[in-house]
């Protein structure tokens, strides 16, 4: 049978720190496994226990005798190079800012400019890892507003709500239902914490 190596006291209590502590869950059950060797589990049954085939918990024993606890750890794993410079990654973000509903008029762009071939994911990990979150587009009517008719309405609401929390007159809250004819609003890649907006047109409507 094959087992690890009798633990010390400190090796013990090592592993049951790693079980209770360590944020990976691969890595907790490999230090379980050391102390079921260490009980003298057989391999079969940490591997039955672990989920595992055989070669991968005598891995796991291995890896304990050459190294430790670093034996338990997952090691860094150096991702793909990215196929663009940091200098084209801030310029592939300002295309998107352009036009933030269409990557793949980006992606045309990308390849038209440096001949790199990028995939949508990876054009959409970009964008997620500078800021940017897919989400509505707003309609408003802010470009169209009147800035000083619209502070004073908002200081008469406020006069009104106040008057009415003391009693002094009833506040009701009407609202209109209908079905609108304008198209629905789109999405676009924007900035957390901002967003974009359209002015909102007049269309006709069916009140019900």
Not at 34 to 45: E, F, H, K, V
Not at 78 to 87: D, M, Q, W
Not at 115 to 141: A, D, E
Request: glycine share 4%.
């Amino acid at each position: 049978m094959v087992y690890v190596s009798p633990l010390t006291e400190s090796e013990t209590n090592s592993l049951q720190e790693v079980i209770r502590k360590h944020l990976s869950a691969c890595t907790r059950i490999r230090a379980t496994a050391i102390l079921l060797s260490n009980q003298r589990m057989s391999l079969q049954g940490i591997a039955s226990v672990s989920a595992v085939c055989r070669q991968t918990a005598s891995i796991w024993l291995t890896n304990w005798k050459e190294q430790g606890l670093g034996g338990l750890i997952d090691k860094p794993r150096p991702g793909r190079p990215s196929e663009l410079s940091v200098v084209q990654e801030t310029e592939v973000i300002e295309m998107v800012e352009k036009t933030p509903r269409s990557l793949k008029q980006v992606l045309a762009e990308i390849e038209k400019r440096w001949n790199i071939r990028l995939s949508k994911s990876t054009l959409k990990r970009l964008c997620k890892k500078t800021g940017l979150s897919w989400k509505r587009v707003r309609k408003s009517l802010r470009s169209k507003r009147d800035d000083e008719a619209f502070s004073k309405a908002v200081e008469a609401i406020k006069i009104r709500l106040d008057q009415a929390d003391k009693g002094e007159l009833d506040f009701f809250y009407f609202d209109e239902s209908g079905f609108t004819l304008e198209p629905c609003v789109p999405y676009a890649w924007q900035r957390i914490g901002e967003q974009i907006e359209v002015p909102s047109s007049k269309s006709k409507r069916l009140n019900v």
